[in-house]
């Protein structure tokens, strides 16, 4: 249990060093000029996340992680984005695996100067190495919340943006080989995970003078009564970001969902976009108040469609959507 008692040290770190943990931001509840016309639906994000459950676990280099490629570039096209790129490439893990990965990106309104960037992984991880069961350690996650969550809902804020284009241009990055990380044994092995996106930021496709003005990461969206937390790395890195993000779901009656008070960290596809330039919060799940956990279907065969809950990604999914739409040219 190596990462939890790593990731635990991080969370205590993180609450420590936030002192109250209460936020400082105090958004005023200010509905009436927030324009909330454009409406996620949420069982259409559901119908995106069971697309890809029923494809089998996207674990690199599978046949299921090529038709889950596939199947992203096809809705992206499908929806109107007017570049679907696929960056195709090779890392090694952390075990000596070689892993064959492709990045998707698909971009919206791609003229358009001021950009954000929405990201989310597509794979899932080879084990289920968090199962109570002993012998279901060996086998890969379904990946319904840890992975296909996350693209469900940008699947659907691509069919919204496709229907009535936002006055800023969005760029959707769905990474491989997030989650192929050591959890063994307490030394740091950060680089372990977000393979994918460490690749990505190696070659990305903005020139240095126009990077996005911020980027949402998605991760673990899809949760059963999940609570959003306002990440530590996030909270750390870009504090305002956090504050406008967590404000607009306030404000678009999903507060019980997005606490405004500092969360644990997590080592995650953000923190490589942060380090690349791109100042990007994670939206992701933590169970408790008190613990700060991931939800208990993490890393385990029970990460299925029937813990998925439509409630959850309405929360995230509607929160995104008005932030893309209250955003000015
Ligand atoms: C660590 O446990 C260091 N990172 C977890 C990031 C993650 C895994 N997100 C989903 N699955
Ligand atoms: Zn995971």
């Known amino acids: 249990m190596g990462c939890l008692a790593g990731a635990a040290l991080v ?8 002192g109250s943990g209460d936020s400082s931001s105090s958004q005023p509840s200010r509905t009436q000029d927030l324009d909330q016309s454009v409406k996620f639906n949420s069982d259409s994000a559901y119908y995106y996340v069971g ?39 090779t ?3 952390f075990n000596g695996d070689v892993l064959p990965i492709t990045n998707v990106m698909g971009s919206f309104n791609s ?17 289920a190495d968090n199962d109570p069961i002993e012998e ?3 086998d890969p996650i379904p990946g319904a919340n840890d992975g296909a ?3 469900g809902v940008l699947l659907e804020i691509a069919r919204q943006v496709g229907v ?10 769905f990474v491989d080989a997030e989650d192929y990380g050591q959890l063994s044994g307490f030394s740091n092995h950060d680089e372990t995970w977000c393979l994918g996106t460490q690749y990505w930021t190696s070659n990305m496709p903005y020139a240095a003078d126009s990077l996005p003005a911020y980027g949402i990461l998605l991760d673990m969206v899809g949760g059963m009564g999940a609570k959003f937390h306002r990440e530590y790395f996030s909270h750390k890195t870009v504090p305002e970001l956090v504050d406008k993000v967590w404000g607009i779901a306030e404000r678009s009656g999903h507060g019980d969902r997005f606490i405004n008070v500092v969360g644990g960290g997590v080592v995650d596809d953000h923190v490589f976009l942060n380090r690349a330039g791109i100042p990007t919060l994670d939206i992701i799940e933590s169970k408790s108040d008190n613990t700060m956990s991931f939800p208990s279907t993490w890393h385990t065969l029970n990460d299925d469609m029937d813990h998925i809950d439509t409630a959850t990604l309405k929360a995230v999914g509607q929160t995104v959507l008005n932030v893309l739409y209250n955003e000015s040219k």
């Open 111 to 127: 003229s358009a100067k001021k950009r954000i960037l929405l990201a989310a992984h597509f794979d899932t991880r080879p084990w």
């Open 91 to 93: 890392v090694k893990a």
């Open 51 to 89: 697309r890809q459950v029923a494809m089998g676990p996207r674990v690199p280099g599978s046949s299921a992680s090529a038709k889950c490629v596939d199947y992203i570039a096809s809705e992206l096209r499908r929806h109107g984005s007017d570049t679907v790129k696929l960056q195709h490439g």
């Open 11 to 18: 969370l205590t770190l993180g609450c420590k060093t936030a």
């Open 164 to 173: 009535k284009s936002p006055a800023v241009g969005v760029d959707m990055l």
């Open 136 to 138: 279901n350690r060996r």
């Open 149 to 151: 969550s996350g693209v």
